[in-house]
Every structure is written in C-alpha cells, then in structure tokens.
C-alpha cells in the first residue's frame, strides 16, 4: 500500500524567528451602511446580498480567508480543511484511495481513544 504524504500547515506549526509571534484574527461585520441603494454590499469582495443578516453571515464565513490548505499531489488550494478532505476522498487527483483515508483516520481515531481510556 503506498504510503501517503502527511498533510499540515507548516506556518502553525514551526517557529520562524523572521515570523510575527501571532497571527492576526479579523473579524468582519457590516451595518445598515452596506446598504448601495439596492442591496447589502460586502465592502472587501462587493459581492450583494438581500439581508444584512446575510451580508454579516457572509463576512463571519471563510469567504475571505486565505486558501492555506493545500493537495500535496495537485497542489488545489482550500480555504477550509474540510475542502481538502472532501477533494482527497473524493480521489480525483489519485492523492490517496478512500479506504487509505478510512484506514488512517480510523487508526487515528482509536489511539485517541486509547489515550484517553476508552
């Protein structure tokens, strides 16, 4: 069975002297202000939206988020890890076959259990 490569975020993981110490978390909202005339307008992509309830669901989502994830085989870039998994699954690139994911995440699944007692 070949061995698939191990996915990670290198920038979360390893201390870069040259690297800020932290990572700045924005968070996004918009007020009556968004308002064009015609719809709630998402001042940083101008995408429109109906509500301003959908505007600021919008600008609480990943939308704007860098696309950090990445196929270690086709090199697709995600937003979301849950994108990268769903594409890898999903074996368009041929990264890895379903049962090799099942099989590690199941083996993964049942040493934390172990560690934990169960």
């Not at 992509?45 to 509500?51: I, K």
């Not at 979301?80 to 993964?108: K, N, P, T």
Request: with cysteine; charged share 20%; net charge negative.
């Amino acid at each position: 069975m070949p061995i698939m490569p191990t996915i990670s975020i290198p920038h979360r993981l390893e201390y870069h002297a040259s690297a800020p110490a932290q990572r700045t978390i924005a968070h996004y909202a918009a007020s009556e202000q968004a308002w064009n005339g015609m719809a709630y307008e998402c001042y940083i992509c101008h995408r429109t939206f109906l509500s301003l309830d959908a505007l600021n669901k919008h600008l609480a989502s990943p939308a704007h988020d860098d696309d950090e994830f990445i196929c270690p085989k086709c090199q697709r870039k995600y937003k979301l890890v849950s994108g990268l998994v769903q594409h890898i699954e999903s074996e368009v690139c041929g990264l890895a076959a379903f049962q090799q994911i099942d099989d590690q995440a199941r083996a993964f699944t049942d040493q934390f259990a172990r560690m934990l007692g169960f």
